[in-house]
């Protein structure tokens, strides 16, 4: 069974950093491109990041671009998003998502809360 | 970026009834979109990608049409799990982005 499972998320002041983590389980982590895709409180989804199987080709949204890094560790199963010089506005739900093929997601993670708030 | 236009954003529904939402893209996607499933508090399902093709595990009911820049998600005969929110969202180009989403309640 296809497993995403986030971890990382909480409260952190404006100005700060957090890493999340997307431990992945059920499938050949290494074959597969990834994403992550958030979303803030009563809102809609945005797409935040992607990153390549082999973790060469790497893509951002504006929002987050110099401030976010996507990384990965296949012998790890692991995805990773570290965020700095975090805003209010990046506090969302962010999800890690599998990319089936050419950009559609079809397993999700349940998702870890940032909230950044003084 | 692709701006994704979802209407409407919200409306009422019975049981049964055959329903659609509509998606434009601001510019022309090909087929490059998805629809997705989102019930509160929990993750996105894709439904849909290639804008027609039904996600594996997915009941018949729901399907997708369009190409370019207009597409259609159709429920045929709308069951009590499907009252949830809808999103398009376009993989033509980076950044991917999503519609406002379309909710979809009880009448």
């Known amino acids: 069974e296809v497993q995403l499972v986030e971890s990382g998320g909480g409260l952190v002041q404006p100005g700060g950093s957090l890493r999340l983590s997307c431990a992945a389980s059920g499938f050949t982590f290494s074959s597969y491109e990834m994403n992550w895709v958030r979303q803030a409180p009563g809102k809609g989804l945005e797409w935040v990041s992607y990153i390549s199987s082999s973790g060469s080709t790497i893509y951002y949204a504006d929002s987050v671009k110099g401030r976010f890094t996507i990384s990965r560790d296949n012998a790890k199963n692991s995805l990773y998003l570290q965020m700095n010089s975090l805003r209010a506005e990046d506090t969302a739900v962010y999800y890690c998502a599998r990319d089936q093929v050419a950009g559609h997601f079809d397993y999700w993670g349940q998702g870890t809360l940032v909230t950044v708030s003084s | ?107």
């Not at chain 2, 093709?53 to 997915?58: D, R």
């Not at chain 2, 980076?94 to 406002?100: A, D, L, N, R, S």
């Open chain 2, 1 to 107: 970026a692709i701006r994704m236009t979802q209407s409407p954003s919200s409306f009422s529904a019975s049981t049964g009834d055959r329903v659609t939402i509509t998606c434009r893209a601001s510019q022309g996607i090909s087929s490059y979109l998805a629809w997705y499933q989102q019930k509160p508090g929990k993750a996105p399902k894709l439904l849909i990608y290639a804008a027609s093709t039904l996600q594996s595990g997915v009941p018949s009911r729901f399907s997708g049409s369009g190409s370019g820049t207009d597409f259609t998600l159709t429920i045929s005969c709308l069951q009590s799990e499907d009252f949830a929110t809808y999103y398009c969202q376009q993989y033509y180009s980076y950044p991917y982005t999503f519609g406002q989403g379309t909710k979809v309640e009880i009448k």
